[in-house]
């Protein structure tokens, strides 16, 4: 459906996105990086907002940079920085961008209203709005025109727990139908919703594959271990400590470890998040 050829996206001297390629299905894809890794950047060229220094980028066989109406009518996107319109209630919201957008059929924004739960609120204005009503009108503004490719840039920053979930619900149903590409610096963000991972680090693809597989990976590598103080003082500086809790005097730590790194460590089945760190470890002792 979507394919990132050999993508470069520079600014002056700074290289933002170096050479990634993806091919992507519909479902939902996670694109995870720590700040400034090149998400937004790559985002915005899918979204037709910002052209690639170098490389190509192409919809069901079509090249979006020399053609991005070919994506603009089949594209939905949540930028990070969305705003709403304060004085505007949901439903004028999105009645507004309905008339921008072209999209004729007035049930459309009720739909979406109920959709993104919000028609109970649908005649407040967003001003009173919490952050993640906020960013559900959002998504309802991103999907007035039926979108096969929905980009969401950092959705959940700024939403509390409940919200969160909630939003991650909403993602994983939307990527029954259509591809679903969403950038977070937050594992558990994609976790449970995502059929692939992209993980994008100092604007390169360092892996793009499924969860499960992730998982398999880093089987092996991660340690559980009670501590005394003093073990745990020696250890930290040679292993890389991803969880340290103290526990009646001790230490209760996780450790990411190519080997056992202590007598009495036990392997421990690794979370995401953790098989993503442990596998940025191993690639940095590589690399050392
Ligand atoms: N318009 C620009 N001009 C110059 N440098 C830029 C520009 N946009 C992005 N960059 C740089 O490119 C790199 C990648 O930025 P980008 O915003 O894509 O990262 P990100 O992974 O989305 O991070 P964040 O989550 O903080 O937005 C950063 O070093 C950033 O400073």
Not at 49 to 75: H, S
Not at 78 to 98: I, N
Not at 277 to 284: E, V
């Amino acid at each position: 459906m979507l394919q990132i050829q050999d993508v470069v996206k520079t600014f002056g001297r700074q290289t933002a996105v170096d050479g990634v390629s993806l091919d992507l299905e519909p479902g939902v894809v996670g694109l995870i990086g720590h700040n400034g890794a090149g998400k937004s950047t790559l985002l915005q060229m899918l979204a037709t907002l910002t052209v690639p220094t170098r490389g190509r980028i192409l919809l069901d066989g079509q090249d979006i940079v020399a053609k991005p109406e070919a994506m603009r009518r089949r594209l939905g996107y949540l930028p990070q920085d969305f705003g709403v319109y304060p004085h505007l209630t949901a439903r004028e919201f999105l009645q507004y961008f309905a008339a921008l957008k072209g999209v004729g059929d007035k049930r459309r924004v009720r739909q979406l209203l109920e959709l993104v739960n919000l028609h109970e609120h649908a005649d407040r204005a967003a001003a009173g709005f919490s952050g993640g009503m906020r960013q559900r009108l959002g998504i309802a503004q991103a999907l007035l025109n039926d979108p096969d490719v929905l980009i969401v840039d950092e959705p959940t920053a700024g939403l509390d727990p409940e919200e969160r979930l909630r939003f991650r619900r909403l993602l994983g149903d939307l990527g029954a139908k259509r591809l679903v590409i969403v950038s977070t610096h937050i594992v558990s963000d994609v976790e449970n919703m995502a059929s692939r991972l992209a993980i994008l680090r100092q604007g390169r693809l360092v892996a793009f594959e499924t969860p499960e597989a992730m998982l398999a990976r880093a089987a092996g590598q991660v340690w559980t271990s009670l501590l005394s103080p003093e073990a745990y003082e020696a250890l930290r500086g040679q292993v890389r400590v991803l969880q340290a809790q103290p526990q009646g005097g001790q230490m209760q730590v996780r450790i990411a470890h190519a080997s056992r790194p202590c007598a009495d460590a036990q392997p421990a089945q690794p979370t995401l998040e953790e098989a993503l760190m442990a596998q940025r470890y191993a690639d940095a002792q590589v690399a050392a």
